[in-house]
């Protein structure tokens, strides 16, 4: 397919399709956007990817399969009118705590001002300008109370690998470190090697800051521990806590292929069953269209007293079933949510992948009733701690929990 024709069968999608379609028709002008089949792969995917980001949903994403995906070699937040390198990966040019205040000449907030469709937010920690740098040539930091100047270089991404970590605090406590939930293996692992330890603490935190998502039924086993009861799944939701799945025939065929990838997991026999159970849900509603879907999943939670307190540490990295984790676990008289807001992508779901050749596009088939939807602001923490750079060099959330836990 050309070009014109791919944008033009994404429009289709974004029309009849994706789950936002009728919620999103003010927002979706791709009469804006001129595409011609002589535009480079580079700037075919930005014009793309400037046309999504109208509709305001991070679950909506264009890119070219093939292409190495580059990054800056370090990665930043903003505090106040700067940013600060929170992590440097490849250009070793930069240091941990180094503080940008200009970037091709302008102030941060100018930056910020010209390309906040791109940093996706007003609100300064939630901005995304690890994207953001990718427009940029050359930045100021400072460093030491000495100005130095870098032009920005270009670096592969490295295969990402989520880090699932169990640590023993102390005799009380135990974290847990989870940054996927696209697995069910390695966590039904980690509960089995550590249940003991974990119910012979008092408290559990669950540490899910970076949290790139998944599949919600591969994080059912967590809940045990965070419920005291035994609880059906369905029924932490109100009556009206309702979803809608757009079953068009599109839909449906690339669904069923995802669920289909999800069965050749080594999975255990709930999550199994639950996984069937939705694929016969998808060929009950073939090619229905939007429909109403009634929580009706029959997991049955079985609530442990220990751990007494859960603590929840969340930020805005957390992102789709890393969210309804947190808004599920909320429900928990056991929990504690302590951080940032999520990242708020979660109004529409169940993400598919169209393939055109070379490029992917991804985009949602299922949305929550309106009433429900967070995604402007996240799931917003019970105790929040704004970012400072101080996080840099001390993990401020985790030390606020532990300070909890002594009183």
Same mark, same amino acid.
């Given at each position: 397919?050309?070009?014109?024709?791919?944008?033009?069968?994404?429009?289709?999608?974004?029309?009849?399709?994706?789950?936002?379609?009728?919620?999103?028709?003010?927002?979706?002008?791709?009469?804006?956007?001129?595409i *011609?089949?002589?535009?480079?792969?580079?700037?075919?995917?930005?014009?793309?990817? !400037?046309?999504?980001?109208?509709?305001?949903?991070?679950?909506?994403?264009?890119?070219?399969?093939?292409?190495?995906? =580059?990054?800056?070699?370090?990665?930043v937040?903003?505090?106040?009118?700067?940013?600060?390198? *929170?992590? &440097?990966?490849?250009?070793?040019?930069?240091k941990?705590?180094?503080?940008?205040?200009?970037?091709?000449?302008? =102030?941060?907030?100018?930056f910020?001002?010209?390309?906040?469709?791109?940093?996706?937010?007003?609100?300064?920690?939630? /901005?995304?300008?690890?994207?953001?740098?990718?427009?940029?040539?050359?930045?100021?930091?400072v460093?030491?109370?000495?100005?130095?100047?870098?032009?920005?270089?270009?670096?592969? +991404?490295?295969?990402?690998?989520?880090?699932?970590?169990?640590?023993?605090?102390?005799?009380?406590?135990?974290?847990?470190?989870?940054?996927?939930?696209?697995?069910?293996?390695?966590? /039904?692992?980690?509960? /089995?090697?550590?249940?003991?330890?974990?119910?012979q !603490?008092?408290?559990?935190?669950?540490?899910?800051?970076?949290?790139?998502g998944?599949?919600? =039924?591969?994080?059912?086993?967590?809940?045990?521990?965070?419920?005291?009861?035994?609880i059906?799944?369905?029924?932490?939701?109100?009556?009206?806590?309702?979803?809608?799945?757009?079953? *068009?025939?599109?839909? @449906?065929?690339?669904?069923?292929?995802?669920?289909?990838?999800?069965?050749?997991?080594?999975l255990?026999?709930?999550?199994?069953?639950?996984i069937?159970?939705?694929?016969?849900m998808?060929?009950?509603?073939?090619?229905?269209?939007? *429909?109403?879907?009634?929580?009706?999943?029959?997991?049955?939670? @079985?609530?442990?007293?220990?751990?007494?307190?859960?603590y &929840?540490?969340?930020?805005?990295? @957390?992102?789709?079933?890393?969210?309804?984790?947190?808004?599920?676990?909320?429900?928990?008289?056991?929990?504690?949510? &302590?951080?940032?807001?999520?990242?708020?992508?979660?109004?529409?779901?169940? &993400?598919?992948?169209v393939?055109?050749?070379?490029?992917?596009?991804d985009? !949602?088939? !299922?949305?929550?009733?309106?009433?429900?939807?967070?995604? /402007? =602001?996240?799931?917003?923490?019970?105790?929040?701690?704004? +970012?400072?750079?101080?996080?840099?060099?001390?993990?401020?959330?985790?030390?606020?929990?532990?300070?909890?836990?002594?009183?």
């Amino acid at each position: 397919m050309n070009k014109i024709n791919i944008f033009n069968e994404i429009v289709e999608i974004l029309n009849n399709d994706y789950a936002g379609y009728s919620a999103k028709k003010h927002l979706n002008q791709p009469e804006k956007y001129h595409i *011609t089949n002589e535009m480079t792969d580079e700037e075919f995917v930005k014009t793309v990817q !400037s046309y999504l980001l109208d509709f305001n949903d991070g679950h909506l994403y264009f890119n070219k399969s093939d292409a190495a995906t =580059t990054n800056r070699g370090f990665k930043v937040r903003r505090y106040e009118n700067s940013l600060y390198v *929170t992590e &440097v990966t490849k250009d070793s040019r930069f240091k941990l705590g180094d503080k940008i205040i200009k970037i091709d000449g302008l =102030t941060i907030n100018e930056f910020a001002n010209k390309h906040l469709k791109l940093l996706e937010d007003y609100i300064h920690e939630r /901005q995304y300008w690890n994207v953001g740098l990718q427009n940029a040539d050359k930045v100021l930091l400072v460093r030491d109370n000495e100005e130095l100047i870098f032009r920005l270089k270009n670096y592969e +991404w490295e295969p990402y690998i989520p880090t699932l970590t169990f640590k023993q605090i102390d005799a009380k406590t135990t974290y847990l470190k989870i940054e996927s939930f696209a697995d069910a293996e390695p966590i /039904q692992k980690l509960l /089995q090697e550590h249940s003991l330890e974990i119910t012979q !603490s008092s408290n559990l935190i669950i540490d899910v800051r970076i949290n790139h998502g998944g599949n919600d =039924t591969f994080y059912f086993p967590l809940l045990d521990y965070i419920f005291d009861k035994n609880i059906s799944f369905q029924d932490l939701f109100e009556d009206d806590e309702t979803m809608y799945t757009n079953y *068009t025939k599109r839909n @449906c065929d690339l669904w069923l292929e995802e669920l289909k990838e999800y069965l050749k997991q080594n999975l255990d026999e709930s999550t199994e069953r639950l996984i069937q159970e939705e694929i016969k849900m998808v060929e009950k509603n073939y090619d229905k269209g939007m *429909t109403l879907v009634p929580e009706d999943t029959d997991h049955m939670i @079985c609530g442990k007293n220990k751990p007494k307190n859960i603590y &929840v540490l969340s930020d805005v990295f @957390c992102g789709s079933s890393g969210e309804t984790f947190v808004s599920n676990v909320k429900k928990s008289s056991k929990v504690t949510v &302590v951080g940032r807001p999520t990242m708020g992508i979660m109004d529409y779901f169940n &993400v598919i992948t169209v393939h055109f050749d070379n490029y992917e596009f991804d985009y !949602s088939i !299922s949305k929550m009733h309106e009433k429900y939807h967070y995604n /402007q =602001t996240g799931v917003v923490p019970d105790i929040y701690i704004p +970012w400072t750079p101080e996080q840099i060099e001390h993990d401020l959330d985790l030390q606020y929990v532990l300070n909890l836990i002594k009183k």
